[in-house]
Every structure is written in structure tokens, then in C-alpha cells.
């Protein structure tokens, strides 16, 4: 009832502003009056009004009945419709489309990935077409699980899988996805870049995007494009992955890996890089790659894998830029090998 309203008024706009405009200037016609500078200003005013409801009504139809995407944040009311629509969780609260158990199914392998909204799969509507339900669909004999929240971190993922074991959860084998842009947790001034993203707009563009999808939308955007003109991407996390950040996310994969390793399971990790075209995404990926190989931990680095592919192609829309079907298909492919050729085969973890 409340979206009907606000369509409706939304769409009564340009009625409105229309008669007001022809009213406005037929009076002046009838009067047979010299237009003055205040009256032509306000009849103008009236017209671009006028014009400006009618491309926002368009927009707001296309956005409120007709687009269906998630947007990188979800912030916008149109990416969270897309969530209400498309996400669903199962028994452990992850989005997956089959429940877990906590022991494992006897003579079947568990594969364990544990990450944040690159493996949910937040942008890809079918769960199905996501890099963790692929892999259980092409083997029936591994019990593929995917241990996925958007917005995790790895201290929360720690913190999800300790609370797992303690609940009688049995590891076979770990891999932590990660995401090359998650050391953005130890930085403090990506910290208040998202505090101000958090911030409420404010009055009265408050009110009017809480009440029109097309609103909302394009302040969303036009903060976003506002937050990266003023330059946060540019090295920020070149700097991180040189200083006291990075010191505390090796701290933080440590105390990950030893969780797993000390509750007897096989560990190994999957790295994202950035598709919001970050620079220096290559040397930021050697550095996690040397840290694992001094900890003799197989890890996969899926630079390579999207680097002959264009960004647009990799990311699930213009606006979202976490894995699209076909990122999610190649990383599948990849996973698989790198699962059955170095993981697996030296895996000491009970069959």
C-alpha cells in the first residue's frame, strides 16, 4: 500500500506541474500584460519543474518495477529489494539452497569455504550459479559447504567458525576466501570513510529518498562518485599492505589457520582480487601469496584467472562489483583444479 502511494505521487507530479504551467501561462496571455523578469523567471522555474517530474517518473517506473540489481553496499532501496527477492538462508543462516550438518556424511569429503559476500554470491540472483554450488554440482562426492556472510572479515570469519566447532561442527577441509580489499579493516581512515557512508543524508533529501527508488538511487551514486573523486582508492591500499595494516591481517589469517589446523582440518585459501580497478592489485597479491608459501599453505590467486577478461564482463553490474555469473563460473574451474591437484592429494585430514 505505502509503495502504491508513493508511485502515485510521484506520478501526479507532472500533472500537476503541467497545469500549473499552462495556467500560469495562459493567465499571462489573457492579461495581454508585458511579461516581467520575475514572472518569466517563475514560469521557467515552473516548466523545467515541470520536465524535471516527468524524466523522474520515468526513471522512478524503471527503478521501482522494471530493475532488478544489487548494488556494491547495499545501500539503495533497489538493492535491498533484490535481496528480499533473491537471497535465502538454510539451516547454519548462510545463503546456500540445501542445510548443513554438523557431522560429516560417512566416505564424503567436506570442503568447507569460509568467506564473506564474494562467496554468498551478493549480485548473483541463482545461488546455484555461485562458485561453492558449482563445485557440488560437478562432485556429488564432496559435501560442499559455504560458510558466507557479506561483510565478514577474518576476525568474524574466526569468529564464525570457532562458534561452529563449539556447536560440534567437523572440519575436513578449510579454504578462506579472501578478499584482496579486505585489509581495509585495519586502516583507520577507510574505517571513517565507511562511517561516513553510514551517515544519514540529510533533511529534506532524507524524506524524499526514504519515499522514491529513483531518489535514493542517484544520491547513493552521487555520494559514492563523491568518495572516490577525493582520492580513497587511489593508494590507500598500496600503503596498507606496507605498513601496520597487513602486520595485522597476517595476525589475523595466523589465528584463523590455527583454529583449523588445531580441530584437525586441512587448510587452504582462495584469493579475490579487486574488480573496481584499484592499482597495484599484483604486488598487494604476491605479498599473501609469499606470506602462505612461508607457511607451506597451498593458496590460489585468482588474479590470473580474470586477468584476460574486461572488468565489465567479471563484475555482476556497473554498480556492483563483486563476482558475476561468469566470474563465479571461472573461479570454479580454478577452485576445482586447485582442489584436486594441491589440496586434496596432501590433505591430512581424517577421511
Known sequence: MRDALEFLCIAALPVVLGLATLGFFRARVRGRERVGFFALAVGNALLLLTLASAVLLAFETQLRFFYDASDGDNRTRVSRRWFERHWRGNSFGVRDDVDYALRRAPGRRRISFVGDS??????????????????????????????????????????LLRDLVVRGYVLDVVVLEYYVENVGRFVPELRKYFRALDRPMPQPLRFLMEHSFALDTFAYRAQTRWMYARGYWSDVYARAFAGEPWREQQAAFDRFRQLVERNGGAFAVVTFPTLAGVEGRGAMLERIDAFWAQRSVPHLDLLPVYAPHPVRALAANPHDAHPSELAHRLAADAVEQFLVERVLPGSSAPR
Do not use: S
Not at 550459479?129 to 556472510?149: D, F, K, M, Q, T
Open 118 to 159: 564474494f562467496t554468498a554470491g551478493h549480485g548473483v540472483a541463482n545461488v546455484a550459479a555461485r562458485y561453492p554450488n558449482l563445485l557440488r554440482a560437478r562432485h556429488p562426492e564432496w559435501e560442499v559447504h559455504a560458510l558466507a556472510i557479506p561483510g565478514l572479515e577474518t576476525p568474524d570469519e574466526t569468529k
